[in-house]
C-alpha cells in the first residue's frame, strides 16, 4: 500500500516562497506518476504539478503555476517535492501529494488517475 506524508507548509507573504516535502512509502517499480493537488475553500480541487517517480520527467504543470513552482523528486530518499516561489494569495490552499499506480502513463494532472492521497499540508499567502 503506498503511503504519502506531506509537509512543509506555512504561512508566507506574497512573494515569497515555500518547499512542500512529500514522503513516499510503498511505490511499486515501473511508471508511477506523483504530483501536487491543492484544495481551497469555494474553488475546485487543483492538479499543480506531476512528474514520473522514475525519471523525473517530463513534468507538467497547471498553466497557473507554470514558471514558479517546480517538481522534484530524490528516490534516495524517497522524497517528492514541490518548490513554489512568487506566491499569492490565491495559492492558498491545502496541499495534496498524490501517486498513481503502475502503468498510469503519461502522466497528467487529471485527480482520477490519483487513487493515492496524503493528509495534506496548509500553504497559507496573505497580501
Known amino acids: 500500500q503506498v503511503h504519502l506524508v506531506e509537509s512543509g507548509g506555512g504561512s508566507v507573504k506574497a512573494g515569497g516562497s515555500l518547499r512542500l516535502s512529500c514522503t513516499v512509502a510503498g511505490i511499486e517499480l515501473g511508471s508511477v506518476c506523483v504530483g501536487w493537488f491543492r484544495q481551497s475553500p469555494g474553488k475546485e480541487r487543483e492538479g499543480v504539478a506531476t512528474?514520473?517517480?522514475?525519471?523525473?520527467?517530463?513534468?507538467k504543470y497547471a498553466d497557473s503555476v507554470k514558471g514558479r513552482f517546480t517538481i522534484s523528486r530524490d528516490r534516495a530518499r524517497n522524497e517528492v517535492y514541490l518548490r513554489m516561489s512568487s506566491l499569492k494569495p490565491e495559492d492558498t490552499g491545502m496541499y495534496y501529494c498524490?501517486?498513481?499506480?503502475?502503468?498510469?502513463?503519461?502522466?497528467?494532472?487529471?485527480?482520477?488517475?490519483?487513487?493515492?492521497w496524503g493528509q495534506g499540508t496548509q500553504v497559507t499567502v496573505s497580501s
Open positions: 498524490v501517486a498513481t499506480r503502475p502503468g498510469i502513463w503519461p502522466c497528467a494532472l487529471d485527480a482520477s488517475r490519483f487513487p493515492f
Open positions: 512528474t514520473l517517480y522514475d525519471t523525473g520527467g517530463p513534468a
